[in-house]
């Protein structure tokens, strides 16, 4: 069954923070276990076109996802989140920031703190992503560099992911 794409990204900002809303048809258990899971994530997790051949993930408070982007000219984009607090499946906090590829932090002054909340209505679930930056211009850094589009056309890989396993 395919799911109507009325219910695209949703995107809100405030003064430091970026607030994205979208709704899939699917259980909240199912949607949370896409997020928490490496061999999940690699069929979504970035941009269209861009795979993710390095996921490696501790998921439990403390513990890390250190990840590669690799772009379809074979650029790379390493990022790391460290995670602050889980409680299945209700939501996800963690710090969020560019890394090299040995998980070391880079300070390009785009590292935000992340919350994704998973809330489920009548079978379906609305992932909300809250991103707060250290100042608004840390903000408009990262909706400069695509970070928007780039969580549109994650969570539209994740729609069809979705629709492919269930």
Not at 76 to 103: C, L, M, Q, T
Not at 124 to 130: Q, V
Request: charged share 25%.
């Amino acid at each position: 069954m395919t799911e109507k794409r009325s219910d695209a990204i949703q995107v809100t900002t405030a003064e430091r923070e970026i607030v994205m809303e979208r709704t899939f048809n699917a259980p909240r258990e199912l949607v949370f276990e896409m997020w928490s899971k490496p061999e999940h994530l690699k069929h979504w997790w970035g941009p269209q076109e861009w795979t993710l051949p390095v996921c490696n993930m501790d998921f439990r408070p403390g513990g890390t996802w250190h990840f590669c982007m690799k772009g379809p000219e074979g650029e790379e984009a390493w990022g790391k989140a460290i995670f602050r607090e889980i409680v299945k499946p209700e939501h996800i906090v963690y710090n969020d920031f560019f890394s090299d590829a040995d998980g070391n932090y880079v300070n390009d002054g785009h590292a935000s703190l992340m919350t994704i909340e998973f809330t489920e209505h009548e079978g379906k679930t609305r992932i909300t992503a809250r991103s707060q930056f250290a100042s608004e211009a840390a903000l408009e850094a990262s909706v400069k560099t695509g970070m928007i589009e780039g969580f549109s056309e994650s969570w539209d890989r994740l729609h069809g992911y979705l629709s492919s396993t269930g």
